[in-house]
């Protein structure tokens, strides 16, 4: 297995991963948008963080799923030590919010790709449903949009989170300006960053993934305080082989300046956010 410079701290938080399957107990949304991986299930990944050395976890609701979150919610109770970031609207009950919070959720996703359920023009609605949680959203877009979205982004009453640092499907520069105006986000205080599946943008490719992992450098150097780590387990959209998640874990070790940012994003800044 492969080791990050640092130890492993016993509370480290994987902040983006997936639960699937059995189809028979958790049927699939007819909105959602590729296969489904069931043979990634709750056995898999409690045996994954066993092996790895990782004490807390955060379960994101899948596309797969829409917004039947039980399939997330069982996975939360049966880990222990867990969170979770459900798949919401504008119209969920009120008393279904204040019941998912009782059962961990403490994110609202919107996926604003193919398979998400709450566009840009009701984001501003849904985060105001959740903000009086003290939930945050979190958002997944292509991160070439980041100039276009940063005023929305700013203007939102809650916190928020923006996936995959950033996401830039189109490569960028850490000077480009998407990254500028990422860069202004994370500054207003508000706005958090997960450092997460490097791969699923980089053209440069394994094992380093140096064109995102510069990204990566500058924007944790940024905003030390409010980034967070995540596996993206099972890795859904990675061809086969998967990314190994400790070879992940590692990665980071080497885009963080030193110890001390390191247990932040690990600990530190996931307590905060997730409320553990």
């Known amino acids: 297995m492969t080791r990050p410079r640092f130890a492993v701290p016993a509370a480290t938080t994987d902040c983006h991963m997936h639960i699937y399957g059995p189809e028979s107990r958790y049927p699939v949304a007819p909105t959602n948008?590729?296969?489904v991986p069931f043979a990634y299930d709750l056995a898999a990944y409690a045996a994954l963080r066993q092996r790895v050395g990782m004490g807390r976890t955060v379960v994101v609701q899948p596309t797969a799923y829409g917004a039947d979150n039980a399939c997330t919610l069982d996975a939360v109770a049966a880990l222990g030590e867990?969170?979770?970031?459900?798949?919401v609207t504008p119209e969920t009950p009120v008393a279904e919010l204040h019941r998912l919070h009782a059962l961990g959720a403490r994110g609202a996703r919107a996926f604003l790709?193919?398979?998400g359920l709450v566009p840009w023009e009701r984001l501003h609605d849904l985060a105001a449903h959740v903000a009086p949680l003290g939930w945050h959203v979190q958002l997944q877009f292509d991160?070439?949009?980041m100039e276009q979205r940063?005023?929305?982004i700013r203007d939102l009453p809650c916190p928020v989170v923006i996936d995959h640092i950033g996401r830039f499907e189109t490569p960028v520069a850490p000077d480009a300006a998407p990254m500028r105006a990422l860069l202004r986000l994370l500054e207003t205080g508000k706005v958090w960053l997960k450092a997460s599946s490097p791969y699923g943008t980089s053209r440069s490719g394994p094992p380093d993934y140096a064109d995102v992992a510069a990204l990566a450098r500058s924007l944790i150097a940024a905003a030390p305080g409010r980034v967070v780590w995540g596996s993206n387990?099972?890795?859904p959209n990675a061809p086969e082989p998967k990314p190994d998640v400790a070879a992940l874990l590692a990665l980071l070790a080497d885009w963080?300046?030193?110890e001390a940012t390191w247990r932040a994003v690990l600990v530190d800044n996931p307590a905060r956010l997730y409320d553990f």
């Open 233 to 235: 387990w099972p890795h």
């Open 256 to 258: 963080v300046p030193d």
């Open 113 to 115: 790709l193919k398979g």
């Open 150 to 152: 940063e005023a929305l």
């Open 143 to 145: 991160g070439g949009e």
């Open 33 to 35: 948008p590729s296969p």
């Open 82 to 87: 867990a969170r979770a970031v459900v798949v």
